[in-house]
Nanobody, 124 residues
Framework: QVQLAESGGGLVQAGGSLRLSCAAS????????MGWFRQAPGKEREFVTA????????YYADSVKGRFTISRDSAKNTVYLEMNSLKPEDTAVYYC????WGSGSSSLQAYDQWGQGTQVTVSS
């Protein structure tokens, strides 16, 4: 079973950038599909981006396309979320998740391991 730990969240002004990290332990995530989701106060958890197990395809929510980039460093067993041109509406707790079937699904139900989340706050 893989354990996930997010880091890199914080407070940033609109237009700024942050890079989130998701460090995995327990086993290699090289065969896992990995995703990032977020949950704002009073809202449901929503899909942000995902990467397939072989890194061939990545998927993005329309709201972040062109601004966010997901990547994987298999040697470090870590997945990253680079966030640029941040907007106040990006404020949320960001969660990393692992899908043992390797897909880059946008569905929460596809993921069986989740991190504890990291807070991202974007001020206007």
């Amino acid at each position: 079973q893989v354990q996930l730990a997010e880091s890199g969240g914080g407070l940033v002004q609109a237009g700024g950038s942050l890079r989130l990290s998701c460090a995995a332990s327990g086993r290699s995530i090289s065969l896992y599909g990995m995703g990032w989701f977020r949950q704002a106060p009073g809202k449901e958890r929503e899909f942000v981006t995902a990467i397939e197990w072989n890194n061939e395809n990545t998927y993005y929510a329309d709201s972040v396309k062109g601004r966010f980039t997901i990547s994987r460093d298999s040697a470090k067993n870590t997945v990253y979320l680079e966030m640029n041109s941040l907007k106040p509406e990006d404020t949320a707790v960001y969660y990393c998740a692992a899908d043992k079937w390797g897909s880059g699904s946008s569905s929460l139900q596809a993921y069986d391991q989740w991190g504890q989340g990291t807070q991202v706050t974007v001020s206007s």
